[in-house]
């Protein structure tokens, strides 16, 4: 069973994405767009105080018909990030991310941020897997003396 650290580092994006609470939800809009990411790590210094997500954008904005202008990532931020120890198998990780209803989890090691890992990065790394069995299946079977 894989270890989340190790999804974060097969991940192509290396970069800790981030933003600053007080940065405009138009400007965060665009890093996500940039780096075409659905959620990006608040912090301020080094600490991780929030998380940003389309979903936030959609539901805390765009559904109630509130005006974009004026608006920080600290007004419609998720404050109460759960977050996830590196050391943690990706299935711990699908069971904890379906427990609460979230798409995206941040990775820490050490009071370390590492990463953010997102359910669909969980479902590849479990086809990749399943892609790796049935090979070996195939070969073991194609080597059989009864194929």
């Known amino acids: 069973m894989k270890l989340v650290r190790d999804v974060i580092r097969g991940k ?11 940065m405009s939800i138009v400007d965060a809009a665009d890093v996500m767009k940039q780096w ?43 404050r ?10 990706t299935d711990e990780c699908m069971g904890l991310m379906t427990h609460l209803r979230v798409r995206h989890l941040p990775v820490v090691w050490g009071g370390d941020v590492l990463g953010i890992v997102s359910i669909g990065d969980l479902v590849k790394d479990v086809i990749d897997d399943q892609s790796w069995v049935i090979e070996q299946l195939e070969a073991y079977i194609a080597r059989s003396p009864t194929a």
Do not use: F, H, Y
Request: net charge negative; hydrophobic share 45%; no cysteine.
């Open 36 to 78: 075409d990411v659905g959620a990006l790590l608040v912090m301020e210094k080094d600490a991780l105080i929030g998380l940003l997500t389309e979903r936030n954008l959609v539901r805390k904005v765009l559904a109630t018909g509130r005006r974009w202008e004026g608006i920080t990532v600290a007004d419609v931020m998720t």
């Open 12 to 22: 192509s994006l290396q970069n800790l994405i981030t933003v600053d609470p007080s």
């Open 80 to 89: 109460e990030v759960d977050v996830v120890p590196a050391d943690r198998t």
